[in-house]
């Protein structure tokens, strides 16, 4: 992944309105690599040195592609999502997003149908809308998508400074009540120690 790259992708995307482009495998994942990339070699030169300050425009320009993409991208998902559900058909375009892409698709597609079938068809039908069905579906939804990845849902009786997982990521900081996704090892050793609690999201 590189500058050229990146710049080629967004031409695609701006040239097709109407059309999700494919795009590299694991392209995210590649962009946050190519930024790393980028910072270590600035970290190393000479904050004053030409090259340094090349390698900062190159970041910036890098960093503006990756903006407008991911923008492009997510109102064309939107709309895929949209269309998806008013109309009830299977859009194929799914297969052209990436796996990062295909959840949020996913996701919003489960509280699109369950607004549509539990709000307005019940408008429609003369009956009262249902907003806690909407909130179970879409919990219930959310909750086997979380077991299924293995993580775990907590949320934080106490404040606590940045903590680092067994697989090495960074957590935190921490505020009394926030919820967060993490490693099951150790949110249950986080949860022994009375720092957090499962949440109700994880335990549906």
């Known amino acids: 992944m590189d500058l050229s790259q990146l ?5 695609k995307e701006k040239k097709n309105p109407n059309k999700i482009e494919k795009i590299p495998e694991n392209f995210y994942k590649k962009s ?17 040195s030409e090259e340094t300050k090349k390698l900062s425009i190159e970041l910036d320009n890098i960093k503006s592609l990756l903006k407008l993409i991911s923008d492009i991208r997510l109102e064309k998902i939107l709309k895929l999502a949209i ?8 859009v194929t375009e799914r297969n ?14 489960t509280i699109l149908k369950s607004y549509y079938n539990n709000i307005i068809k019940s408008i429609l039908s003369g009956e009262n809308p249902s ?8 919990l219930s ?8 990845v293995d993580k775990l849902i907590v949320v934080f009786r106490q404040n606590l400074s940045p903590i680092v997982d067994p697989e090495g990521k960074i957590y935190g900081p921490f505020n ?28 549906e």
Do not use: H
Not at 32 to 48: H, N, P, T, V, W
Not at 141 to 148: E, L, T, V, W, Y
Not at 178 to 184: A, F, G, K, Q, R
């Open 7 to 11: 710049f080629s992708i967004y031409e």
């Open 32 to 48: 946050a690599e190519l930024i790393r990339k980028y910072k270590k070699l600035m970290e190393k030169g000479s904050l004053d």
């Open 83 to 90: 269309f998806e559900v008013k109309e009830n058909i299977k």
């Open 96 to 109: 052209e997003m990436s796996k990062e892409e295909q959840i949020l698709f996913d996701f919003i597609t």
């Open 131 to 138: 907003v806690d069905k909407v909130y179970e579906e879409v």
């Open 141 to 148: 939804a959310f909750s086997k998508k979380i077991k299924s």
């Open 176 to 203: 009394i009540g926030d919820i967060y996704i993490i490693n099951p090892t150790l949110g249950k050793r986080l949860i022994e120690l009375g720092v957090c609690e499962e949440s109700i999201l994880g335990k």
